[in-house]
């Protein structure tokens, strides 16, 4: 069965600081990998995904992520936050079915 | 031009009374979803259509009976509402089939609430 985790449901950080948000993920089957944001209220949008090209992934507003299949991982990255950036994130993963199987969140606070 | 709706934004009913939430997209798209968002923020999925088809049915409580009358729209009826029925309910659609790699848009969700 497919199953992804994301370490740390808080994670804060200052405005204009590194931004790495992080998801394990375990399939039986080459897995296919997507990261989504979640503003509060709001439905979810598509940062990025992974579908076995290339294993560094640009995203929409400046993140990025990276497959790295030894490590089991795939870990969202922003070189410098924004306070726009303060959102719920969910990592999430297709495997040997069509579900998409989602993480538990990971909530970025981003302080001035 | 919103890409994927739902009706009503929120809901407050009593326990024991049946709802539905209706769901329409303008993407074009073959294939909708049902998630449930719990209160600490866990998705999960409950159904899925392709072309009015049911594709996905989790294990959710017969109470939860999905409606697809055309692909563009997909309603949730809720019987016999109970307590543990309070959460978002996201809405949501894809081009295909529903494949491992389709990109799934989300609606804005329903705030159920039950007393």
């Known amino acids: 069965a497919q199953s992804v985790t994301q370490l740390g449901s808080h994670v804060s950080v200052s405005e204009g600081a590194l931004v790495l948000l992080r998801c394990n993920y375990s399939s039986s089957v080459p897995p296919y990998l997507f990261w989504y944001v979640q503003y509060p209220n709001q439905g979810l949008q598509l940062l990025l995904k992974y579908t076995s090209a290339a294993t560094l992934v640009k995203g929409i507003n400046g993140f990025e992520a990276e497959f790295k299949k030894s490590e089991t991982s795939f870990h969202l990255t922003k070189p410098s936050a924004h306070m726009r950036d303060a959102a719920e994130y969910f990592c999430a993963v297709t495997g040997k079915t069509d579900k998409l199987i989602f993480g538990t969140g990971t909530r970025l606070q981003v302080f001035p | 031009d919103t890409a994927v709706s739902q009706t009503p934004k929120y809901l407050v009913t009593q326990m024991g009374n049946d709802k539905s939430i209706k769901c329409e997209q303008n993407?074009?798209?073959?294939?909708m979803y049902w998630y449930k968002q719990d209160s600490k923020k866990f998705l999960k999925i409950m159904f899925s259509y392709n072309n009015k088809e049911l594709i996905i049915n989790e294990t959710v409580p017969n109470r939860f009976s999905p409606k697809s009358p055309d692909k563009a729209h997909l309603n949730l009826h809720i019987n016999s509402l109970e307590l543990g029925d309070s959460a978002v309910y996201f809405c949501?659609?894809?081009?295909?089939?529903?494949?491992?790699?389709?990109?799934?848009?989300f609606g804005p969700g329903t705030r159920l609430t039950v007393l």
């Open positions: 993407l074009g798209h073959d294939t």
């Open positions: 949501a659609s894809s081009q295909n089939s529903g494949g491992r790699t389709d990109t799934q848009y």
